[in-house]
């Protein structure tokens, strides 16, 4: 290693003249000061710049992601930077506790200075989202129509190149459908598969019908049920089912790449499926603690305003909630338990799988 | 203090013999003993063992506001208990974390052994909502036909009995409702807080006109938004238009007890408040916390069964998902924000209101 | 309130082009960048935003604390900032486990190039330490002779200029120390409660020799401990003795600020006692939260670094570890607990106290 | 999967008769019931469930670690749940906030009347500390002669087996020492190793010389540290030098353990390591979160004792903060960063190694 050029100082090194010269409340213009009025300058300025470490870690996932092969040295870069973002998730969303400490009568007195400014500006937040795959047309109306009306021209064709770029969840759904197992022209696997999978749902309604605590109704809607899990896992198999479901929004990946997340998940115990399982699991805790994030937030708005306009001219909260749900990005993961098999009547792995994963998956 | 009769020992004390002889799996009747059965056991035992704790200081707060006249002692104690509250949720909502450690496979290797065993039969929690508030009227369909098909005969009528008393919502609305500063014939103070109250919804309605950020449709949706909130406002000291926004369950506080409440939150810098100040700010905490557990808790049953049923026979993650935003209890206290103002433009305290509340409120 | 002057947009509000221009890893100019160099940097940066946060509430305290008398309404705003404080805190020993994503390999790939800065450079941080009581000639040998040598001429004037003036130790220790009730002559009270106090040890002193489960050693040093309890309380009232106890650093509060501290513990479910109790006890939770940052600080320099020295050029953990119990601030009110009474033991609350601080205390 | 025999019921499955009678407060017996009690009981009762979980955690690694390989797959099993075990450690480090809500005051009510019992009485914390590796000759002298003092002789012998049996550090030294990497005549790479070590070491003093920050005392301070981890290095790989660092307490592990840990440090980004590496680091988590949780125990009792005895005879305080650092099991894998080397600096990984762990390592 190089001997460093210059001695450097902690000062300099971060950048504290600027860092630190950056809260400028606006209250003293038009009186004695709020005092909270830095408070909530602070926790924006904190969420911004972990936004920034998130986007940080993102690209180089994304980056790692568009190679055609990723080896396991790089899954594992991959599962340690998505985990590392779950880790500043949990402390996001333990930020919003100090917000908290803010009462809507203190909001009061500096909030009307702050039109027309809003969260829904923070342009690294909508970075996140679309880097993670929040997909335009899936916005909500509110989002479609004031996308661009409250950013300006050069940030709203930032994110429009970024838009125009495969997201996190393209680039998963993409290495997923090119697994190498997939390839292979063994159906004899599935069929298996399938077979297992029909007892295991004969067995749950005989279940249901057996349950004594349950009502006539509530048979019926157990049984209701049943009848559309076994739609949708017929679904899994058959392409024109599939790209139903994918049309009227119940499934978002692709067929192949949810074959092969299933998959992994069935044998989530082997060590070649280790990192990719490890993979999932970790999307699945980033959208976890995304929604998360916007439930409490959309809880904190409402009691900070009520009712009434936030300081960006939208019900805050109203929107917030709407969004919360809507927003999901990878909860097709979570729904794979719905097709899991106990181990016991789980086929055993074929060994063609096992070889073509040691060979490069 | 008296010497105690007998050396205690730790061990007794704690009636470990019981406690640690309490966890029976059931999978080794099958094969096997599943390894993670203990922890899906130890999870929801620990979860009652709270739940009794919870309920322990429930009935205290319950039976503190029974009284008459609760004297600035009693608030104190009141709002200790309730803070203690609201520290053992945030310990509930954290230990779904270690439930979320199980895979939904390693849940599948003994999950048909629980059969019909769900938490929807817990009698703690129910007592729990019950003696908050969670009124059996406003519980969603599935619960009003399901309630007591699932418990005895003897749990059905502890819970019947319990829902024939008040519970916290009751014994707080009846609290606000007799503060002493409502009983004044004072009525020169809340027309002048109805003026206040005028002038700031127009200043609102000037800022959305002026914003230059929104388009038209937006401008048009706040308007309306602006006009509800005047319409919910003027309901406020309106009894009809108070009655129907209760018949329509927008608002739960009689009127007498949204006053008050409304008072404490505009004067909730006069130390003659500040106890019944964070009475109420507990309560929103409780709410808030349930209903973090309730959401964090669908989106792990969600990962955890997909849209399987759950042992007790129903889709777990859309029952509970319903029920997370149906079942607030004080939700009221959270929307006070609408009705605030800045401290500049609130009317002096009533020199008869510090004197009453002095003398005993 | 006026009406804004101009649009306020979020991120010119927020200063985002200063903020996110602030990220300067030096790592390019020596070879290809070190990925988790932005992390290390974003992460010192967040530190430094929250402790400006802490010395913003910080300040304030202090300047209410100037007051010769402070008001119940002033008391209100002193606690509802403290627990701000606290709640901070909390965040930032939870942000310890962002940076413990960092492994120490990682670490390495660009710490040499950081040479020499340190946190030990946070002016931020000693001020925080000097505003809240950490005394200079407490500091421990490494921090008095290395304190000036690491900081240029300016912030080493600024930093002087702080520690020549009261910080808050001081202050609450005058606060306390001109409680209206201590200028009672009222001695009569101090005879009760040490009578009190004389029947409690003697009792304590019964159950140590009573104890079946100690052996003989043990004995004797609880009944060492319970002579060295005695001693201690006599200091209480015993000036000579007293003094000796602050000259070997035994205690830290004056006398008199040590008996008020101890009578709003005795009392503190007394209501004038309410507002005088929650200082205390947030006090006590900044200085509790600052020891676990300071400890788990410790820690994580150890694993990053093993027993190598740190950028700043000494062995990090070594000296943070040492620097964790020395540097406690009001450790006095922890040690109360030795001084209690079971109620039915405690005088009653003399009633000259209690109309004095009605009058104003 | 058979059919379950019988229907379960939530409250029979979850033994609630006995778990929720196991409530006994002892204070009824002298006057009214202390409301504090019930939570100090289900405080303690609480966290001896989560040590019955983690004991049953710990027996099924310590299984696994006694067979001669343990392949990929019960590394997987090994990770999964010692990583569940740390979540429930940072439950259990949270739940010190719910004891916490309790005020000296309040447990002095009922504290004299639960003599002589006390949490050093728990015999499932004792069973963890062993099974993890707490050497009864490193207990401090007080537990030494206190430890069979308080439990009775069932306890004891039982305790006593226990430490006769392979405690976890044992089992992962000898898994550790039993590498087929280590092996390798192949000193070749070792040699290698040492000169990049000498090289950094060497570039580590010419940056302290060359710290214009330090004074000359500091200088010598860190020159005299490097000297320090100069020996302690070449200690690695000389027997009779290792031997004497093991006499005197600093390090623990066998001189092969250390090695091959070392190298799973070194080479943690080769995805043959990456398990065996998250074993390690999840052993590190454990040893930091039972330390972190030592330390907070200990401020908690000293907030609620002061000085005085606790109710088992000693002074708890004193007693857990003189653990804390002592009981520590892991602390060799934290002091592995001191022996990194940069990537550019780290010599290739010898094929040999890389083959016969492919093999079956």
């Given at each position: 290693?190089?001997?460093?050029?210059?001695?450097?100082?902690?000062?300099?090194?971060?950048?504290?003249?600027?860092?630190?010269?950056?809260?400028q409340p606006v209250?003293?213009?038009?009186?004695?000061?709020?005092?909270?009025e830095?408070?909530f300058i602070?926790?924006h300025?904190?969420?911004?710049?972990?936004?920034?470490?998130?986007?940080?870690?993102?690209?180089?996932?994304?980056?790692?992601?568009?190679?055609?092969?990723?080896?396991?040295?790089?899954?594992?870069?991959?599962?340690?930077?998505?985990?590392?973002?779950?880790?500043?998730?949990?402390?996001?969303?333990?930020?919003?506790?100090?917000?908290?400490?803010?009462?809507?009568?203190?909001?009061?007195?500096f909030r009307d200075y702050l039109v027309p400014a809003s969260g829904f500006q923070s342009?690294?937040?909508?970075?996140?989202?679309?880097?993670?795959?929040?997909?335009?047309?899936?916005?909500?109306?509110?989002?479609?129509?004031?996308?661009?009306?409250r950013i300006?021209?050069?940030?709203?064709?930032?994110?429009?190149?970024?838009?125009?770029?495969?997201?996190?969840?393209?680039?998963?759904?993409?290495?997923?459908?090119?697994?190498?197992?997939?390839?292979?022209?063994?159906?004899?696997?599935?069929?298996?598969?399938?077979?297992?999978?029909?007892?295991?749902?004969?067995?749950?309604?005989?279940?249901?019908?057996?349950?004594?605590?349950?009502?006539?109704?509530?048979?019926?809607?157990?049984?209701?049920?049943?009848?559309?899990?076994?739609?949708?896992?017929?679904?899994?198999?058959?392409?024109?089912?599939?790209?139903?479901?994918?049309?009227?929004?119940?499934?978002?990946?692709?067929?192949?790449?949810?074959?092969?997340?299933?998959?992994?998940?069935?044998?989530?115990?082997?060590?070649?499926?280790?990192?990719?399982?490890?993979?999932?699991?970790?999307?699945?805790?980033?959208?976890?603690?995304?929604?998360?994030?916007?439930?409490?937030?959309?809880?904190?708005?409402?009691?900070?305003?009520?009712?009434?306009i936030g300081t960006g001219g939208s019900?805050g909260?109203?929107?917030?909630?709407?969004?919360?749900?809507?927003?999901?990005?990878?909860?097709?993961?979570?729904?794979?338990?719905?097709?899991?098999?106990?181990?016991?009547?789980?086929?055993?792995?074929?060994?063609?799988?096992?070889?073509?994963?040691?060979?490069?998956?």
């Amino acid at each position: 290693m190089k001997k460093n050029k210059d001695p450097v100082y902690y000062g300099d090194y971060l950048g504290l003249d600027k860092l630190l010269s950056a809260q400028q409340p606006v209250s003293p213009q038009y009186g004695p000061e709020a005092h909270d009025e830095t408070l909530f300058i602070i926790v924006h300025q904190a969420y911004e710049l972990w936004f920034k470490q998130m986007i940080h870690e993102l690209r180089s996932v994304l980056g790692i992601f568009r190679e055609e092969h990723v080896a396991d040295e790089r899954l594992m870069t991959i599962v340690h930077r998505l985990k590392r973002m779950v880790t500043i998730q949990e402390l996001l969303n333990q930020q919003i506790n100090v917000m908290e400490t803010m009462t809507a009568q203190d909001f009061l007195e500096f909030r009307d200075y702050l039109v027309p400014a809003s969260g829904f500006q923070s342009i690294q937040f909508k970075e996140i989202e679309i880097s993670l795959g929040v997909k335009r047309d899936k916005r909500i109306a509110f989002d479609q129509a004031s996308f661009y009306n409250r950013i300006n021209a050069s940030d709203r064709a930032y994110l429009g190149s970024l838009e125009a770029q495969p997201d996190l969840f393209e680039r998963v759904d993409a290495w997923l459908a090119r697994m190498p197992f997939l390839q292979q022209d063994d159906f004899t696997f599935w069929e298996h598969y399938k077979n297992a999978i029909d007892q295991q749902l004969q067995h749950d309604e005989d279940i249901v019908r057996a349950n004594s605590l349950l009502s006539d109704e509530e048979i019926a809607a157990e049984l209701e049920e049943l009848a559309s899990t076994r739609e949708n896992f017929s679904a899994l198999f058959d392409s024109e089912k599939y790209q139903a479901m994918q049309d009227d929004g119940r499934v978002r990946l692709s067929q192949r790449a949810m074959q092969a997340a299933l998959f992994i998940h069935l044998y989530s115990e082997e060590p070649v499926f280790n990192l990719p399982y490890q993979v999932l699991n970790a999307l699945s805790d980033i959208d976890k603690n995304l929604t998360i994030w916007r439930y409490r937030h959309a809880m904190m708005v409402q009691r900070m305003l009520g009712s009434k306009i936030g300081t960006g001219g939208s019900s805050g909260h109203e929107y917030l909630k709407r969004t919360t749900e809507k927003n999901r990005i990878f909860a097709d993961f979570m729904n794979l338990a719905t097709y899991l098999l106990p181990k016991a009547s789980l086929p055993p792995l074929p060994a063609s799988v096992r070889a073509s994963l040691r060979r490069g998956g």
